[in-house]
């Protein structure tokens, strides 16, 4: 039983390495979805607020083999013979797995973002789309196209 301490141990370490999403973070999923459309909607910029986005930075393997090292390393304290070898192959395994999961919610990178109201020409409703700002700059009235495509939208000049 006292084997089994190490193991539990790190999974409950790895579990609690979670992170929370913030308060200003945005989706830009619309609810309902909608149908890719290749032309989108014209309409103009009826309001611009600036906000911070968070999206997924760059991971490596660090993680990975970090935690299969240590899983494997974990599991070795488990059982005899082949038991032993069996449970240092497992905790390899769900190490590598845990590792890499902590890296990628590690790896949230903040850039700057855009909240855009934009009324459509076709029918005057109002739209939100938040989107990274690309280095693009938008003004309140600018006629502007909204494209859709996999559940997201995208706001570009005309």
């Known amino acids: 039983m006292k084997k089994f301490i190490p193991l539990a141990l790190f999974l409950v370490a790895a ?3 979670t ?3 913030a308060q200003n973070e945005y989706s830009n999923v619309r609810a309902g979805g909608f149908q890719d459309q290749q032309t989108g909607d014209v309409g ?3 309001d611009l607020r600036r906000t ?3 999206k997924q930075g760059k991971t490596g393997a660090t993680g990975a083999v970090v935690g299969a090292v ?3 390393a974990l599991g070795n304290q488990i059982g005899k013979g082949n038991g032993r070898k069996v449970s240092t192959v497992l905790g390899g395994v769900v190490g ?3 590792g890499n999961s902590i890296a990628e919610q590690n790896s949230v990178v903040n850039v700057a973002g855009l909240e855009i109201v934009v009324r459509l020409r076709s029918n005057g409703s109002l739209i ?3 989107q990274e700002q690309q280095g693009r700059n938008y003004y309140v009235g600018q006629p502007v196209r909204v494209i859709y495509s996999q559940n997201m ?3 570009l000049p005309l």
């Open 44 to 46: 103009d910029i009826q």
């Open 52 to 54: 911070t986005l968070q």
């Open 70 to 72: 240590t899983g494997a």
């Open 128 to 130: 939100t789309v938040t």
């Open 15 to 17: 579990t609690a390495c």
């Open 19 to 21: 992170t929370t999403p």
């Open 153 to 155: 939208a995208q706001v």
């Open 96 to 98: 590598g797995v845990v």
